[in-house]
C-alpha cells in the first residue's frame, strides 16, 4: 500500500512540476514581450499614424479614381450614343486592375511618408530630449 501512495505522490508531484515550468514558461513569454513594447519606439499615435494615413489614402485615390471613371464613360456614352457602353465584363476587369494598380501605389507611397514623417517626429522628440 505504501508502495501506491509513493507512486500517486511521485505522479503528484511531478504534475505540479510541470505546471509550475508551463508558468514559469508563460511568465518568460509575457515578459519578453513586455520588453518587447516597452523598447519600441512607436508611440500608439505614431501606430495610428501609420495605419490612418495609407488607410485613407488608398480609399481617397480609389473614390478618386471611381469618379474619374464614370466621367469618362458617361462622356463616352453621349459622344457614341450608346447606353450600354463600358457596362462590358472587359471594362469592368479593366476598371479592377486599374483599380489595384492605383490602390497599390498609393498605399505603398503613403506608408512610405507616414513611415518618414514618423521616424522624423521621433528625432526630434529624440534631440530635445538629450
Known sequence: MSDEADIQTGSESSSSDRAVAWL?????KVNA????REQDPDSM????IKFAIPTVASMVAGKLLQ???NK??????SSTGNEEFGNGIMMAAA???ISAAV???VTQLSNRGSQAFVTRKQQRHNRKSQ
Open 24 to 28: 514559469h514558461n508563460i511568465d518568460e
Open 33 to 36: 514581450m513586455r520588453e518587447e
Open 45 to 48: 499615435v505614431d501606430k495610428l
Open 67 to 69: 469618379t474619374v471613371w
Open 72 to 77: 469618362g464613360l458617361d462622356s463616352r456614352r
Open 95 to 97: 476598371f479592377a486592375a
Open 103 to 105: 490602390s497599390t501605389i
